[in-house]
């Protein structure tokens, strides 16, 4: 079917229209409501930009540097130029690791496949990884809510976040009663429990797990893979197998480069000032082996080409929901895994002249552009698309520009030619325009009084109807300069009052209160508490639960013993309640940081269905900025923000999916020192 046809197909299916209807309403306002939050939006955005055109103008570099430390890290690092090496890669990693240990985990026999557990990645569909893997005799889940629903259907994704973003309720309620065996129901808490249960089994039988990667980190050649649902932490966790796929394109320079991604990511993705789970991993955990598998396929080209920009993207599908065309279309009309303006751009760029048709769906209304939160300037490239300068070398392009501006001058004088060119010189370069400037001030300062003598009967033109102008004394730049210092030095002693107020009040403002608020209307908890220890017995006690994971050094054990509450320190499924330590919170999203140590913490918050964390007051920071430094020493870390969610089928928003349905903060105060 050609793309014309799936577009007639797309308006005409009225169930489509509407689920992307609702998608792109609840979107938009979820992004405006989040940006809200952050006054500053606009200056990150530039920031942003301006990392990424760096990243991406010194790739190689930073390349080397990711590979290097994430090496060192004890992390096994693949190069794939293509899709097909990159398969090859995983195969083989997979293959190995059966060889060396038959009975990794139950479902690994000696004459069967492996039991490969993926979380989302765009980079996966893009190879075919499933139907390689299939074809290879191994099985495949799809874990991620969507994704599992598509996978079932036998679909691609058909938004780069909300892969089910297609399909209603009943969709989903007849696509579980024919696969799963459930009574037929279009309750979504229903239906997502019941995925729960059936991907529960997955992840504890999983021999490999595959993830994407959101970003690499060159500085310390770690991954950051953002979630909502659990199901990226289950991956990277539990099996003793990781692998994570990643374009060579996203990297981050250091970790304040990543902070500053962070901060617009979820916004623009899903309206969220953090994502449920931002996980930072650095080293394989205890007894696990981790890979990385770097893929180039066509993006060292498209580097090169006039669409180099499209790899600053950070696949947040911003873009997508503001596209009018997309609202109508969705993301299977596209024909690519990469729909969408930025998919018009990044298929052509990638995958060939074939996908070039993909950039007439776009009415170059600027939108993708205005929510894309690293500024890429997306009509520019679709334009580009359309002209057929994907196939092109940037080279190629600039010295067709060239040409092209040889032949516009081709009908000039010698004279015109030399004044344009004088002019284009000077006006490219601000001191230079600036100078030219003042010498025609000074040259008509000059002729002016002399004007009369010019008006002679031979003489048209200046000087002979009207006296020749003089320039202003100062240029418009100098002007407002001039009035912005004298309006800056007017304002000083004010301005001066009014950040001395802001401090007082930044130091004023209760971060304990912030947390709190942030985190509750999360659907979290927070109790303040001066004995934690008494505080779990009084929580454990209310719901009957005498046995719980416990991160050693958390709170007085022999409290809990006493009361007759079963402690350890193993992962276990089966228990309902997990405690750990909080390293630090975060007032403005109301997260909690937990890092990999001693019995197994990334487990206790992510297996039970109840995690309870342990924090003190006194290390809630302000900001994610402020707190990002302190994962570099851990093998693995996570901030956690409320309990684990999906809005995958509607937009519904459902509580508790993969990970824990509650998280309890303890909040001890130790601000008196106490």
Not at 30 to 35: L, S, T
Not at 336 to 348: E, F, L, N
Request: a neutral charge; hydrophobic letters at 40%.
């Amino acid at each position: 079917m050609d793309f014309h046809a799936r577009i007639r197909e797309s308006l005409a299916n009225a169930s489509l229209q509407a689920a992307l209807d609702a998608n792109a309403a609840r979107r938009a306002k979820g992004r405006a409501a989040a940006f809200a939050s952050l006054p500053d939006w606009k200056e990150r955005r530039q920031r942003a930009h301006a990392v990424r055109a760096e990243v991406i103008a010194h790739l190689d570099s930073y390349l080397d540097q990711f590979v290097q430390n994430a090496q060192a890290n004890g992390v096994i690092v693949h190069r794939a130029k293509d899709a097909n090496e990159a398969n090859r890669i995983i195969l083989e990693v997979a293959e190995n690791q059966k060889a060396e240990n038959k009975n990794l985990r139950p479902s690994a026999k000696s004459a069967d496949g492996l039991l490969f557990a993926k979380s989302k990645s765009m980079v996966s569909e893009e190879i075919e990884l499933n139907h390689a893997l299939e074809a290879a005799g191994h099985r495949v889940v799809e874990t991620d809510l969507g994704e599992y629903i598509v996978q079932l259907r036998g679909e691609r994704p058909a938004h780069i976040i909300t892969p089910a973003v297609h399909l209603r309720r009943g969709d989903v309620g007849r696509l579980f009663h024919e696969k799963l065996g459930i009574p037929y129901t279009e309750d979504i808490p229903t239906l997502t429990d019941t995925a729960r249960k059936v991907l529960r089994e997955v992840f504890l039988t999983a021999d490999v797990g595959i993830s994407g990667v959101n970003f690499g980190i060159a500085e310390t050649g770690g991954i950051c893979i953002v979630t909502n649902e659990g199901n990226g932490r289950m991956v990277t966790t539990l099996p003793r197998i990781h692998i994570a796929l990643i374009g060579v394109e996203r990297l981050v320079r250091d970790l304040d480069d990543l902070a500053l991604m962070l901060s617009l990511l979820p916004r623009s993705a899903t309206g969220q000032k953090l994502s449920v789970y931002t996980q930072l991993i650095h080293r394989p955990l205890l007894h696990q082996q981790r890979h990385i598998v770097i893929l180039d396929n066509g993006r060292s080209k498209l580097r090169e080409s006039p669409l180099r920009e499209s790899l600053y993207c950070i696949r947040c599908g911003a873009c997508l929901n503001a596209c009018p065309v997309f609202r109508e279309l969705g993301g299977h009309a596209y024909g690519s895994m990469y729909p969408g303006p930025i998919g018009s751009v990044i298929s052509a760029g990638l995958f060939g002249s074939d996908f070039a048709p993909l950039a007439q769906a776009s009415s170059l209304c600027g939108a993708c552009r205005d929510a894309c939160p690293v500024d890429i300037d997306l009509p520019k490239l679709l334009t580009r698309v359309r002209a057929g300068y994907a196939s092109l070398s940037s080279s190629r392009v600039e010295r067709s520009a060239a040409e092209t501006r040889r032949a516009r001058s081709e009908g000039l004088t010698l004279l015109s030619r030399f004044g344009l060119g004088l002019y284009a010189r000077l006006a490219r370069n601000p001191r230079l325009f600036a100078a030219s400037q003042r010498l025609a001030a000074l040259t008509t300062r000059l002729v002016s009084p002399f004007s009369d003598w010019l008006r002679l009967p031979a003489v048209t033109g200046w000087g002979y109807s009207k006296d020749f102008p003089r320039f202003a004394s100062r240029p418009f730049r100098a002007r407002f300069h001039r009035e912005e210092a004298k309006n800056a030095k007017g304002f000083e002693k004010k301005e001066d009052e009014e950040l001395r107020d802001l401090h007082t009040f930044a130091v004023q403002r209760n971060m304990i209160e912030q947390f709190t608020e942030e985190l509750t209307a999360l659907g979290g908890q927070v109790i303040s508490t001066d004995d934690p220890a008494q505080s779990i017995i009084d929580l454990l006690k209310s719901r009957q639960i005498d046995h719980i994971h416990l991160e050693p050094g958390t709170v007085d054990e022999s409290a809990l013993r006493q009361a007759g509450i079963a402690v350890t320190a193993a992962p276990d499924a089966a228990l309902r309640v997990g405690v750990t330590k909080a390293r630090c919170g975060l007032a403005d999203t109301g997260s909690v940081l937990i890092a990999d140590g001693e019995g197994s913490p990334l487990q206790a918050s992510l297996l039970p269905e109840v995690h309870i964390a342990v924090l003190r007051a006194s290390q809630i920071l302000p900001a994610l900025e402020n707190a990002i430094d302190m994962v570099k020493e851990a093998r693995a870390a996570v901030f956690i923000t409320g309990p684990s969610r999906t809005a995958d089928i509607e937009m519904t928003l459902t509580i508790g999916v993969h990970g824990p349905k509650e998280l309890i903060v303890l909040l001890v105060d130790d601000s008196t020192g106490g």
